[in-house]
């Protein structure tokens, strides 16, 4: 059996309501499963796909994580089916995201920002949360773009997250 996961994407910006999408399949229907985790606690769960005639069926999944007391910014969703014989996983597929509920508190949405010539990291925040300090905001909501807080390239774009 195999198993595409295309949303969430790598290091995407996910709430407390995570949704996880794609295929899956190789038999008639099977169950696969879920884990979204960051070392401390986890979110686990179920849900079945296949086409019927043994082909890949979509699946979209909504998950609840707001109960769970993660206590790091950076998860890992987990999709896998479990094999009968010995209860291994197969086919795992993980996904590191970024949970924006430990970035800032009461965390939504996010808003697209396009770094600009002169721009700092400092004055972005100071733009978007009153305050220079919590450019760290920024660099964990962006791992993907900014790895190095003291370098950032006019044009990139980075996400701002709002509550």
Known sequence: ???????PRPLGLVGTEVQIAGTAGGAFEAQFNYRIHEGHDEVTGGFMAGDGVGGHGQFQVSVDVSG?????DRLFVEVFWVSPKDGEELDKVI?????????VPG???????????GDTLWAIATQFYGA??????LVRANPHVITDPN???????IR???A
Do not use: C
């Not at 769970?68 to 790091?72: D, E, K, P, S, Y």
């Not at 996904?95 to 970035?103: E, K, M, S, T």
């Not at 220079?132 to 905001?137: A, F, S, V």
């Open 95 to 103: 996904v590191p995201v970024v949970y924006g509920p430990r970035i």
């Open 1 to 7: 059996m195999s198993i595409d996961v295309q949303q």
């Open 160 to 162: 701002v997250p709002q």
């Open 68 to 72: 769970a007391a993660f206590a790091l």
């Open 132 to 137: 220079g300090n919590l450019y760290t905001r």
């Open 107 to 117: 965390y939504r949405v996010y808003q697209e920002y396009t770094v600009k010539p």
């Open 151 to 157: 370098v950032i390239s006019p044009g990139s774009v």
